[in-house]
C-alpha cells in the first residue's frame, strides 16, 4: 500500500501547476458571474495551449494523438484544473468522444474525428436527454430515418451543455421505433452546421447560459457518421456514460471553495466579521474539510482501479454521490457561515469571495442530478453494486 | 386550544390567494426582479384597495383593526405568491414600528397614510458586523442644536431605494451596556445626506446599503424613547422574524405542492415518477418539514399577536423554518431533476428567496443562541 | 388561533402534576436500567391509582367507565405521564383495545372487557407481528379453524409487548387461507391462561425483556371472543393501528432527556467537564430542543384534530416519524457531548444520569420500527397524505 | 500509488478471516460479555501460535517484524469478527508504545514475552476530564528516594484488570505548559496500591477505572524520558486511533454485509425487502460510508506505518469513521427491523460496540478540533 504519487507523477503536477501560473490571468480565482464572453476566450486560447502540451488528450493511445497517460496522470490533471478553476478542458471530445471512437469507432472515423479534438481544434456536445426522456434516456424520441446514404432526424435534445459552442454532436437517435426501447437507437455523429439544427439557450437558477434545447427539423446526417452498428447505438453510449461520472472534479472543487473560505474568514474575522469566531463554525468547516478529503480518497480509488485495468462501476457511483453531495454541502457551510452577506453576488461591493458560494450553491443543484441523478447512482450501488435485487 | 385560523381569516386567505393567483402570476414576479423599483404599481392599487396595508392598523389611524394574526394568514399567501415589493418593510418594519413605539402625533401622521398606500417605510438595523445584535449598531447620532446629525451605514436595509421613510436605529450614548443608548430616528428618504445602492442578491430583491453622511432630523424624528430604542427594536425583529416563518410558509407549501403535482405527471421507466419509493420519501420529508414549519411559525405569530412574551417561540419558529425550507427546496429540485434548475422554472424563484429568507431577521444559528440564552436564563 | 389549554386543562394538568408527586417515589426520575421487576410493581400500584382517580380510560365514554375527556386532556395525560416516566398507563388495553370494542364490539363483550381494564385489573397484550409477517402484516399465517363453538389457533406471534405479563391478548389470525390476504383474517380475544399457550422472552439489545414470542398449540377460543365478523378482522385492525401512533410520548420523552442533559451539564462544567463549554454543545442542545418543540407541536396538532372530531391520517404519521426520529436523535446527540462517560450503564458509579442517554439510545433504535416503521410511515405520507399514485 | 494490501497482508487477512470464522463465533463474543476476564486461553493460545501477538515486533525482540500496516490488516479481521481480548491493549497500546519509547532493556524484557503471549499490557491515560489532551493528566508521580510514588486514578483504561503492566501517564512536573513534565511509567498491574474496577459499559467490554493509591515504582520503571512523556503518548494515541479504525471498517463492512444478505432473503409484500428502493437506498448510503472509510483509515495506517507525519491524516480518519460507523449501524438497524433489535442478533454486537469505538482514542469532534488546529498552523 502507498497512497504518494509515484515522482513522475508528482513531477507532472508540479509542470502543470508551473503551466498554470504562467498560462492563467494573474491572481486568478476563477470565472466571475456571467462574464461568459470572455471567458470563452479564455477558455479556447487555454484549449489551445493544454493540447500543445498533449495535455488535453494525454490519456488517449499516442496513435491518436495522445500520450497514453495512465489514469493516475489524467486524475493529477483533472483535480489541479479544477482546483484552479482553469478553463480549457475538453469533457465531451477528450473525455467521451475519444474514448468511445477509439472502441466504437470505424478506421475512418477515428482518423477524421479524432486529430482535431487533440488539437482543441473543436467543441462537441452531446445529444443524448431529452425533454421526456431524462433518467430514463432509453425512452428517447428523436427518430432518425434511415434514408440509405444518410439518416433523417427530426425530435429535440435538451439539457445539451454548450450545444451553442458546438461544432459536433453525438446523437443518441431512435431509428427503429418498432424494436423494445433500447434496441432500437443509433449513435450519429452530427455537425451542427447541417440545415435544420437549431440551438436555444437555456438559462439556469444561477442565471448562467450553459444548456441548451436543440431541435432538428429534416437534419441530414450521412451515414458515415454512424457509429457502431445501427440500431446497437445504447451499448456505445452506456460506455460512454461511466466515462462521465468522476469524483474528482467535485472533490477538488470543494476543497477549493473551502480553502477560499477560510483564508477569507481568517481576515474577515479580525475586520470584525465576529461570527467567523462563533464555536460552531470551527466544527463545521472542519466536518467539511474531512469530507472532501474522504471525497479526494474516493476519488483516487477509481483512478487507481482503472491505473490497475480494473474497471470501476459501484466506485464510480459512490464517488459520483459523494462528491457532488459533498460540494452541495460546502457551498451551504460556506452560505450559512457568510451569513447575510452569503446572498451578495459578485456585483455587489460588498460581497465575499466575489459572491463565489452563492454561485457555487446556485449550481451545485445541478450536480446532484446531471450526468445521472442521485436517485440513480444509490440504485446502481445497491443492485449492481451491493447485488439486491432489482425492485 | 385552536389550531385554526378564524373565518376572518380564512376568507382573507381565500381572497388573497384568488386576487394574488390572477394579479401576481410568476411572470410578475419575474419581471420586477429585473425592475428598478422592484414592484408593480397596479398589484400595489389593488392591495391598497382591498385594504391590505391598513390591514393591521387600528381604525382611529385609519386602518381595519386587524391583528398581528389577521396580517400573518394575509403573509403566508403573499409568501405563497411570492409578491414583490416593499409590503412587508412598510407593514411589518415601518407601520408596526411606529405603532408600538411611536409618539401619537407621530402615529397620526404617518398610520393614516400608511393605511392608504400613500407612504413606503423601512428600518434599517444590521450594520457591517451583519447580525441584529445591539452591540453592531455604531451608526451615531449626535446632538447639534435641536437637531440629530447622523453618520455611518446600514446595509440589508429592506426597500430603502423606495422607502419615503426610514427607521434607523442609531447610537446616541456609548456605554458598556451595548442594548443601551440606542435611539431610533425617523428619517425621510430624500434627506440631504443620505444615499441608497440596493445590493445585488441572488434573489435579485431589493436589500439596499444606506449610507448617513452629516443627515439632519429634528428631535421630532426620534421614534420613542431617546436612548430607549433597543427595547422596540427587539419587538420589531420579533414581530419582522414571526412575519418571515410565516411568509415561508407559503412558499415551502407552493413548492411541496408543485413537486406532489410534477410527480404525478411526470413518467420515466413507463410509470409516474411519483410511485418510485426513493422520491415518495423525499416528499413524505418535505411534508415533514412544512407540518413542522407551520405550526411553529404560526405558534410565533400568535404569541406575538396576543402580546405575549414571545422570544422563545419566535426563535424557535425562526431557527426551525430557517433551515425546513431550505430542506424543502433542495428535496424538490431532487424531485425535479434538470428543469427544475431552469430559469424558466417556477420553482426556483422560491429557492432563491429560501436562502435570503433563511438569513433575515436572523437565521437558524443565531436564533438557536439566543434561544440558548432564554433556556439558561 | 389559541396556543393554549383551556382553564380546565390547565386544571387537570396541575392536578396530575401534584398526584405524580405525592404518588411516585421520592425523587422518581424513572426506571433505572433492569430493575424490571420492581418496576412491574410499581407500575401495578400506579395503575390501580389511576384507575381510581379515573384516568386510565379518562377518555372513554362514561358508560364503559371513562370520563369522555377529551384528546386534549388524554394529551397532557401523556405528555405528563411521559415526561415524568411514570409507570402505570395501559397502553393495549385503555388505548387499543376499548376503543376498538367500542366500535366493533357486542354488547357482551363490552360489558365483559371493559369494566375490567376501566379498573386497570387485567393486561393486555397485542398479537399481531409474526416471524414473516412485520411490516406486511396481512400476510400473517397463524391459523384460527373455526370449529364451531370455538376456534382452533396454531401458530406464533411475535414482538408481543408485556404478552409475559398479560392476562388476554387480542389476536389477529387467519380464518380463511383461501382468501386474499387482507380478506381471510379474524379478530380474537384470546385468554393467555388458555392450555397450549406458551410465551417465551426475547430479550433486546438494551439488555431489557419486553418482547416475547407467543406460541399456540391447539389453543381453544371461544366463539363469542370473535370480535365483528369472521374473516373481517383486519378492517378491525386497522382502525387499532391508527390509535398506536402518538407523537406525544417521544416529544415528552425527548424533552425530559433534554432538560436532564442540560442540567448535568451546568453543574458537570463547574466541576470540569470541560467539554460541557466547548463551542459545538451549545449549538447542538438548541437545535435538539428546537426539535422537541417542533415535536410536540405536531403532536399537539393531531390531538387537536382529534378534539374537532376530525381523524388525523397523515398528521399522525408525521407525528409518528418525526417524535421517533427526534427522540433517536437526541439519545445521540446526549452520548456524543457526554463522550466517554455517555457509555457507562447504571451499574457504574462514574455514570452520568444514571447511564439514561446510553440506555435511551439502545431502546431508541425500536422506535423508528415499531408500530409501523418509518419507511411504512412514510409511504403512509406520500400515497395517503400527499396522494402519490402507489408503487 | 498502491491502494491494495500486498500479497502477504492479503494472506494473512485470508487466514484470520479462515480462524477467526470457526474459533470466535458470535456466541464466543456473548459468553465473553458475561466472562470476568473477557476472553478465551483458547483463542488466546491459537492466536499466540499463529505469530500474531509478535506481528509488529522486530525480529530482535522475538517478532516477526511486520509493519504497521500488516498488523492493521489483521485488525481489521478481529474487528470483523468482534474477537474478544487484550490483544489491542497488549499489541497496540502497550508493545507498541515499549518498541517506540522504551530503553533497549525494557524493550529485551518486555517485547519477547508479548510475542510469545505470555505478557498483558495495556496504556492508562484518561481522567475525569474523559479526554485524551495533556491537560486532563492529573495523576501525580513524585520522586522519592529512588522512587515515583503515584497517586490518581485513571479512568477507560482497556484491560487493565488482567494487564501484566500498565503503562502510566503521570505528571512529574508542573509548569505552564500542560504537554511538559509528563512521564510515562511501567506499573506491575499487581503492584501494592494499584486497585482496577472493571467499567460497566453499554457494550460489556473491559475499560476499567484504575486507583493508583500511594504505588511506589522505581526509576527503571520510566519508559523513555523523564517528563518527556507526551510526546511519545501522542504518537501512541494515533496508533492507536489508526488501529482503532480499520477495526472498525471490518465491522462496518460486516454489517453492510449482514443487511444485504437479509434483504435479499427476507420476503414482505410478496418480494424481497431488498427490491424496494427506500432500503436499497439505505444500503447506497450505507455502502459510500463503508468505502469512505476504508480508504480513510487506511491512509492513516499507512502514513502510521511509514513513519510519515499522520496527525492529520489520523483525526481526518478518526473524525470520519466514528460517526459513519454509527450511521451505518443505524441504518442497518432500520434495514433489519425488530430482529435486529434483539439480543441474539449478531447486528447489535456490532452496533454497541461501534458506540464504545467512536469514542475510543477521540471522537468526531475532538478529532475535527485537532484538524481545525493543524490547518490554522
Not at chain 1, 46 to 56: I, S, V
Not at chain 2, 56 to 79: H, N, Q, R, T, W
Amino acid at each position: 500500500m502507498d497512497f504518494r504519487f509515484s515522482q513522475a507523477e508528482e513531477g507532472f503536477r508540479q509542470e502543470l501547476l508551473d503551466f498554470l501560473r504562467r498560462e492563467l490571468p494573474s491572481q486568478w480565482e476563477g470565472p466571475v458571474g456571467s462574464t461568459e464572453g470572455n471567458d470563452w476566450d479564455l477558455t479556447l486560447q487555454m484549449r489551445g495551449k493544454l493540447a500543445q502540451k498533449g495535455w488535453l488528450t494525454m490519456h488517449w493511445p499516442k496513435d491518436y494523438g495522445g500520450q497514453q497517460a495512465s489514469p493516475l496522470l489524467s486524475l493529477i490533471f483533472n483535480e489541479e484544473m479544477s482546483y484552479h478553476r482553469a478553463p480549457g478542458r475538453d469533457i465531451f471530445g477528450a473525455r467521451m468522444l475519444g474514448p468511445t471512437l477509439m472502441i466504437y469507432g470505424s478506421e475512418e472515423q477515428k482518423r477524421k474525428f479524432l486529430p482535431p479534438v487533440a488539437k482543441g481544434e473543436v467543441q462537441w456536445c452531446q445529444g443524448y436527454s431529452e425533454p421526456e426522456a431524462g433518467s430514463d434516456l432509453a425512452s428517447l424520441s428523436t427518430r432518425a430515418e434511415d434514408m440509405g446514404d444518410y439518416f433523417l432526424v427530426n425530435g429535440s435534445k435538451m439539457w445539451t451543455s454548450l450545444a451553442h459552442r458546438a461544432d459536433w454532436m453525438m446523437l443518441l437517435a431512435r431509428t427503429d421505433p418498432e424494436a423494445p426501447k433500447h434496441r432500437g437507437i443509433s449513435f450519429l455523429l452530427v455537425d451542427m452546421r447541417s440545415p435544420g439544427v437549431e440551438v436555444r439557450p437555456i438559462v439556469n437558477m444561477a442565471g448562467s447560459h450553459e444548456f441548451n434545447q436543440v431541435f432538428f427539423d429534416n437534419v441530414q446526417v450521412p451515414r458515415e457518421n454512424l457509429v457502431a452498428e445501427k440500431d446497437r447505438g445504447w451499448y456505445v453510449a452506456v460506455t460512454l456514460l461511466d466515462f462521465e461520472r468522476s469524483g474528482i472534479d467535485n472533490a477538488a472543487s470543494s476543497r477549493r471553495l473551502l480553502d477560499d473560505l477560510s483564508e477569507f474568514l481568517w481576515e474577515a474575522q479580525e475586520r470584525g466579521f465576529h461570527r467567523a469566531s462563533e464555536g460552531w463554525v470551527e466544527d463545521l468547516l472542519a466536518e467539511r474539510y474531512v469530507e472532501t478529503e474522504v471525497a479526494r480518497l474516493i476519488a483516487y480509488r477509481v483512478a487507481w482501479m482503472q491505473s490497475q485495468g480494473l474497471v470501476p462501476n459501484k466506485e464510480a457511483s459512490v464517488s459520483k454521490v459523494f462528491g457532488s453531495e459533498t460540494f452541495q454541502r460546502v457551498a451551504d457551510t460556506g452560505l450559512k457561515i457568510l451569513g447575510l452577506y452569503g446572498q451578495l453576488t459578485w456585483e455587489d461591493q460588498w460581497a465575499p469571495l466575489h459572491g463565489r458560494f452563492q454561485d457555487a450553491w446556485r449550481h451545485g443543484f445541478s450536480n446532484t442530478i446531471a450526468a445521472g441523478t442521485s436517485e440513480i447512482q444509490r440504485n446502481i450501488i445497491a443492485s449492481r453494486g451491493l447485488g439486491l435485487p432489482r425492485g | 386550544m385552536d389550531l385554526a385560523l378564524n373565518e376572518t381569516q380564512q376568507m382573507l386567505k381565500t381572497s388573497a390567494r384568488d386576487l394574488l393567483s390572477r394579479e401576481c402570476p410568476y411572470s410578475l414576479v419575474r419581471d420586477m426582479e429585473e425592475d428598478a423599483r422592484g414592484y408593480s404599481d397596479e398589484l400595489w392599487r389593488r392591495m391598497v384597495d382591498l385594504g391590505w396595508l391598513g390591514l393591521a392598523i387600528p381604525e382611529k389611524y385609519g386602518g381595519a383593526e386587524g391583528d398581528f394574526l389577521d396580517l400573518a394568514a394575509l403573509l403566508e399567501e403573499m409568501g405563497r405568491a411570492l409578491v414583490p415589493g416593499p409590503f412587508f418593510s412598510t407593514v411589518v418594519l415601518g407601520g408596526l414600528t411606529i405603532l408600538d413605539a411611536a409618539g401619537d402625533d407621530m402615529k397620526r401622521d404617518l398610520l393614516p397614510r400608511i393605511a392608504r398606500g400613500q407612504l413606503l417605510m423601512t428600518l434599517a438595523i444590521t450594520e457591517k458586523g451583519g447580525t441584529y445584535e445591539s452591540q453592531e449598531i455604531e451608526v451615531q447620532a449626535r446632538r447639534e442644536g435641536e437637531e440629530y446629525v447622523i453618520e455611518g451605514t446600514k446595509l440589508f436595509v429592506p426597500d430603502a431605494h423606495v422607502a419615503d421613510f426610514i427607521i434607523v436605529a442609531a447610537r446616541t450614548a456609548s456605554g458598556s451596556n451595548p442594548k443601551e443608548g440606542i435611539t431610533l430616528l425617523l428619517v425621510p428618504g430624500t434627506a440631504d445626506g443620505v444615499s441608497v445602492t440596493p445590493h445585488r442578491t441572488l434573489a435579485s430583491d431589493k436589500q439596499c446599503e444606506v449610507v448617513f453622511h452629516g443627515v439632519r432630523v429634528p428631535y421630532s424624528a426620534v421614534v420613542g424613547e431617546i436612548d430607549g430604542g433597543w427595547p422596540p427594536m427587539e419587538r420589531a425583529l420579533q414581530r419582522a422574524a414571526a412575519a418571515k416563518c410565516v411568509e415561508m410558509v407559503g412558499g415551502a407549501e407552493a413548492v411541496l405542492e408543485m413537486t406532489v403535482e410534477y410527480l404525478k405527471q411526470r413518467v420515466q421507466f413507463g410509470r409516474p415518477v411519483g410511485t418510485f419509493q426513493g422520491v415518495q420519501h423525499h416528499c413524505a420529508n418535505m411534508a415533514i418539514d412544512v407540518e413542522g414549519s407551520r405550526y411553529a411559525a404560526y405558534q410565533a405569530a400568535w404569541k406575538v399577536s396576543e402580546g405575549l412574551p414571545a422570544a422563545r417561540e419566535v426563535s424557535m419558529a425562526k431557527a426551525w423554518v430557517s433551515d425546513a425550507y431550505l430542506r424543502v427546496c433542495s428535496l424538490a429540485h431532487q424531485c425535479h431533476g434538470a428543469i427544475g434548475f431552469t430559469q424558466e422554472h417556477d420553482l426556483q424563484l422560491y429557492t432563491r428567496r429560501a436562502r435570503v429568507q433563511e438569513q433575515a431577521y436572523g437565521d437558524a444559528r443565531f436564533h438557536r443562541r439566543l434561544l440558548a440564552q432564554t433556556l439558561r436564563a
